[in-house]
Nanobody, 122 residues
Framework: QVQLVESGGGLVQAGGSLRLSCAAS????????MAWYRQAPGKQRELVAT???????NYADSVKGRFTISRGSGLTTVYLQMNSLKPEDTAVFYC????????????????WGQGTQVTVSS
């Protein structure tokens, strides 16, 4: 089991910045990757950025050049630095961890945090 706790959300004006944090606890030695997703009202949850245990990162086109995902020691804490925020970035941001069950079979479980609200005013 892995528990995830997000923090850092809030209200910011367009053009501003926020830094989200996601702290993992529990069976953290088996984390395969971590990611940030977001869900705006009336829309599906979408992937924002991912970071693997090896440090590889990937971003949604809509946030490339503005958002940066990074990690603390190991993969127990993951950050999302969000710059040049736009009103369309308003959403609940969720942290997700992929945790290995059996690496040889590429089997893993997904764990989600409770989400943190980001609101960008125009």
């Amino acid at each position: 089991q892995v528990q995830l706790v997000e923090s850092g959300g809030g209200l910011v004006q367009a053009g501003g910045s926020l830094r989200l944090s996601c702290a993992a606890s529990g069976s953290i030695f088996s984390i395969k990757s971590m990611a940030w997703y977001r869900q705006a009202p009336g829309k599906q949850r979408e992937l924002v950025a991912t970071i693997t245990s090896g440090g590889s990162t990937n971003y949604a086109d809509s946030v490339k050049g503005r958002f940066t995902i990074s990690r603390g020691s190991g993969l127990t804490t993951v950050y999302l630095q969000m710059n040049s925020l736009k009103p369309e970035d308003t959403a609940v941001f969720y942290c997700k961890a992929e945790v290995w069950v059996q690496r040889i079979r590429n089997m893993y479980n997904n764990y989600w945090g409770q989400g943190t609200q980001v609101t960008v005013s125009s």
